[in-house]
């Protein structure tokens, strides 16, 4: 099997960011005005921290997934952790030559554990990819892309078997030497064939893949984000991994947050050896032969850089790792094997308690460092180290661009809600100012109603004696008579009269009779009106003088009358 690591070297030191990792001189941020960079910070940082991924680890017998998420005290938080372990494919099978049932896996895997998110990222083995650091002749930006565009550049620089265009490729400038005018460039490669596999896997489980790494580098996010968390007291420039298993075998160095990768190689005779062997000379003989190759890996860092490693963190799919981790120690008897614990300094939540209860944690490795990625579409990890941002998705231009449309209409969107609270705020400082003067107006409102009430009830009694007095001129205006006649006679006949009584006329003769002639609904209110104006002080005697036959009035019929009333003696 041909080394993917062959021409991998270390990534020389440049100019820093806050963060300490290397920014190519060319490519670092150009200045702008306050309001443009704040504007794309926050677009940036927004976007990444609310872009949910989750980790998928896809195998032969089992299924891994992770996802996690930041609290308010910045701290990581595990929001789902599941395993799902499945039979049917024989031991020396594949994940592409078994897609549609690692598919069906996986579908049942998201339904069981409830995963909310659609975004998945996954890594493919290091065996499925293509990773060299080449030095270039030294360009601009322009010059780099249009080489890219020709395919000149990596036809010159990256000599494979196949034909480009039969490849997903992965780029960055990772250095840039003007005294010697030459660049360095981190360039990952896998087969589209595979690539479109692994995305077909993803999508037929009705999640959409929107990073995929490689395995070595989602093993790197893992170690970089425990270390940050962990605050280890060793060198922050330098962590060593050992790759220890069954399917991958390599160490990891990662000096000044970049690696430096050495593949271990072992023969099918040693897998074997792994994976059923308990016979100790054989166990040995394994071990001598790996460590002489990772004792050499070791040296030769040593030598160059001058920099000691006293630890390696080991990742192993071994059950028995810890046999394998003792003998190592013997061979290598100043140099620390410790397995790394990619669930340390993470909160966990109560009911994923148990679910990370692990012999061998480092078994999970690769499925956190995914869950560690983000989809960052703004840039804001740019600078950050250069593998940090890996993704062979063939699409991944369109699909960041779309990722990049739809944070800024969300921000646009929040923005317009802002608009719209500020003015509600200040609408409701209004009217509470308002409301405020109002109340101060109102005071003593109580007492305002009372004498409003008072007041009214004194109208009221006003206006029923003003009624009376404009019925009773009313009456006296009908009188035909020569002489003046009293104004309480007239009175006593106006409060005599029943409400269903009208008059017509009143005459006067001048001396003692007033004749009274109206129209009323019945006989009773007729009798009833006689019955009045005998009660009268100043009435003497009231009769009924003749009867008009009944008048049909407003779909009613009226019966008419002729009162005479002889009055008192004045």
Not at 535 to 549: P, T, V
Request: proline share 2%.
């Amino acid at each position: 099997m041909k080394n993917p690591f062959a021409n991998l070297k270390l990534f020389k030191k440049k100019d820093k960011d806050q963060s300490g990792s290397p920014v190519p001189k060319s490519d670092k941020p150009k200045k702008d005005n306050f309001f443009s960079k704040l504007l794309k910070n926050r677009i940036g940082k927004a976007s990444v921290q609310g872009e949910e991924i989750l980790g998928v680890e896809l195998t032969t017998n089992e299924i891994r997934l992770a996802q996690v998420s930041s609290n308010k005290s910045n701290q990581w938080v595990l929001d789902k952790f599941f395993v799902h372990k499945f039979e049917g494919i024989d031991d020396n099978g594949t994940v592409l030559e078994n897609q549609d049932k690692i598919a069906d896996e996986l579908k049942l895997a998201i339904q069981t554990s409830k995963v909310s998110t659609t975004n998945a990222a996954i890594a493919i083995p290091v065996t499925s990819a293509i990773i060299r650091v080449v030095t270039a002749p030294l360009m601009t930006d322009e010059e780099l892309k249009k080489a890219i565009d020709t395919d000149s550049l990596w036809e010159n620089l990256v000599q494979l078997t196949d034909n480009l265009n039969d490849y997903s490729i992965f780029h960055q400038v990772i250095n840039k030497d003007e005294k010697g005018n030459t660049m360095d460039i981190l360039f990952v490669a896998s087969k589209l064939s595979d690539i479109n596999s692994y995305t077909a896997i993803i999508k037929k489980a009705g999640l959409n893949a929107v990073i995929i790494d490689v395995k070595c580098f989602a093993l790197k996010s893992a170690v970089d984000q425990i270390n940050q968390i962990a605050g280890s007291i060793e060198d922050s420039n330098l962590t060593a991994v050992l790759e220890f298993g069954l399917d991958e075998n390599y160490v990891m160095i990662l000096y000044e947050n970049n690696p430096i990768i050495t593949d271990i190689f072992i023969r099918s005779q040693d897998r074997k050896t792994l994976q059923e062997s308990n016979n100790q000379e054989e166990m040995d003989a394994l071990v001598r032969r790996y460590m002489t190759q990772v004792k050499q890996a070791v040296q030769d860092f040593e030598t160059k850089y001058e920099k000691r490693i006293r630890n390696l963190k080991v990742t192993s799919n071994l059950e028995n790792v810890d046999d394998y981790l003792a003998s190592f120690r013997k061979n290598m008897v100043n140099t620390g094997y410790n397995l790394f614990n990619p669930f340390e300094g993470i909160k966990v939540p109560a009911q994923l308690e148990n679910d990370v209860q692990f012999t061998n944690p480092s078994y999970f490795s690769t499925v956190m460092g995914l869950a560690f990625r983000k989809l960052d579409v703004f840039g804001y990890y740019k600078f950050v180290t250069a593998v940090k941002n890996i993704n062979l998705l063939p699409n991944r231009d369109n699909m960041i661009a779309q990722k990049k449309a739809k944070a800024f209409s969300n921000f646009a969107f929040k923005g317009v809600v802002g608009v719209v609270a500020v003015i509600y705020v200040i609408l409701f400082g209004f009217s509470f100012w308002q409301i405020m003067d109002l109340n101060k107006k109102i005071q003593g409102y109580e007492q305002v109603v009372q004498v409003h009430q008072e007041r009214t009830e004194l109208r009221d009694k006003f206006l029923k004696e003003k009624r009376m007095m404009d019925k009773s001129l009313e009456l006296s205006n009908s009188i035909k008579s020569n002489k003046t006649v009293s104004f309480r006679v007239l009175a006593q006949i106006a409060s005599a009269v029943p409400n269903r009584v009208k008059f017509s006329s009143i005459e006067y003769n001048g001396s003692d009779l007033i004749t009274i002639q109206g129209t009323a609904f019945s006989d009773q209110d007729i009798l009833k009106l006689i019955s009045n104006l005998n009660n009268k002080k100043l009435i003497a005697q009231a009769s009924l003088a003749s009867m008009i036959l009944p008048e049909q009035k407003d779909s009613q019929s009226r019966k008419g009358f002729v009162i005479a009333c002889v009055l008192e003696a004045v």
